[in-house]
């Protein structure tokens, strides 16, 4: 994008829509998204420091008045610039607190989506992290109201699980003129952070909501670090950024932001949900929509709703792309047609494990696995035509080639060569060297013998009027004969049923390998959605013991002692997460074996009565004294 466009808008209504022209921008976005959103009071100067981190002097709109210049939600995709295969989204936002809003509610839920939407929120403030400064980070203290984690329905506390799915969270402090010292020591920049949100001890209603936001600041943001900017940058500075040069703009001005973007961009990991699943533009513009529409209704966001919502899409998408990476490949087979069996089957084996692959790299929580059920079904069926067109393309150029062979023989026939005595020996000479001919050039066709057949019960009409023609034979010579040319019409029709069985032996075992490569694919996906299900929950067990130690020291025991008990129902709560996601992924590996044994049930049951069949007609030829053959 070589300009910013609005992502999140207020409707005529006053509710808040997502801009169609964003969202397919967003869709085109193939790669992870690092999302990187700034919040803040209006007038403070975050559209500047937007533009920075794109690479730009200007784009996000700045202002040089008291009035609210951003409107919304704008965003900006650009290359990541020290991360490849990525894109950075950034997310400019509404100022906060502006009074000419009139909706109480407005600000609070242009926060809630920008916690929602990014992998690192920026929140941009002026002067010092004292208690006004904290005061006015009172959305954070609304999240519990404004997001819910698994049910929007159910009145329950589910806050706990936020630090498993928020973004991490730098504060940037503008016009810091302080000395950092903390008991006349020298400090960092993220120690005066967290003495700045350390909780006191009191009792006063004053002091309690002074702690409630550095609280919720704490508990909800475990990945929390602070970036200060040590020279003026207030609304009056910031308006005439946009028309200086870079070459007028102060050498420490120019280093201090440039060293706040390295900052930002070494900070932010790749936007993720649930489970570690991570999220590409595409499925960013399904959150966006998905987190707007809940809004809109007056209900509350769900992380859990708008991740099975998230999964239906994503799952649907992944077959019809797995779908076309086989249909692809098979079509440019498609193009040499026709082949052995089992070079089709080959490739059919090489490009279901691809479409496969496809599948699973797109998709997640198909717990029943109805989507991959579903993808299986359509490549089985694909295959099927597959082989029918290969049939056809075979059976053509056999028809083609006995057309060419037999064209002397139908031309003698016209000219009633044969209609003489003698004339049945030679017919079935040359009908031998058509035959002889033929095989020689069609050992490999799937359709030789089938085809052969038809054109030999087509002749055997010719050759009996020839034979009962043939002055030069007696009786008994013709009988031998016609018993003769029975043997040989039941020894070929033998011979088209054998290869139609070799051809369904074929089949099965490519069935059998393509069912081992994706129960392989299978078991890797689930080892690796469990390995990011429990990284995901051992990082929020490690930010609740930073907590817990934190309250500790601060003396704070009472509400370390309700953490322990927290951390226990966490653990007990990841544990049977993981517990029940490996049985799911068992019953799905289950499903799937168990399709593939009833597919190979039918096909064994079809291969059976075909060899019966073939058994009785071995035998049938032998009682009827066709032993001559």
Known sequence: MDKPVCLIDTASDGKLCVQRSALQVLEQIQQPVVVVAVVGLYRTGKSYLMNRLAGKQTGFALGSTIESKTKGIWMWCVPHPTKPGTTLVLLDTEGLGDVDKGDSKHDTNIFCLAVLLSSTLVYNSRGTIDNRAVEELQYVTELTECIKVKSPDEDVDDSNEFVKFFPSFIWAVRDFTLERKIDGKDATENDYLEFALKLKHGTSKKVMEYNLPRECIQKFFPSRTCFTFPFPTAPENVSRLERLDPADLSTEFLEVTGRFCKFVFDKSEVKKLKDGYTVTGRVLGHLANTYVDTIASGAVPCLENAVIAMALIENQAAVKEGLEVYQSGMEKLKKSFPLELKEVSSEHQRLSGMATQTFM?????????????SLEEKVNELFNGYLCQN????????????????????EKLKQGIYAKSGGYELFCKDLEDIVKKYNSQTNKEVKAEAVLEVFLKQKSVDSKAILQADKKLTEKEKKINEEKEKALLLEQEIKAKEEEQLQLVEKMEAERQSNEERMRQMKEKMDEEIRLQREEAERAMDSKLREQTALMEKGFKEKADRMSQEMEEF??????????????????LEKSNKRHEESMAMMMKQHSEQMRALQQQKSAS????????
């Open 361 to 373: 790299t797109r998709s997640f929580r198909d717990t029943d696995g109805k989507q991959l059920k």
């Open 391 to 410: 049939e056809q393309a075979s059976k053509k150029r056999c028809e083609d080639l006995l057309s060419s062979l037999s064209a002397t023989m139908n």
């Open 571 to 588: 653990k007990r709560q990841s544990a049977e997460a993981e517990s029940n996601r490996a049985r799911e992924f068992a019953e799905l």
């Open 622 to 629: 032998s009682s009827d004294g066709c032993c001559i053959l």
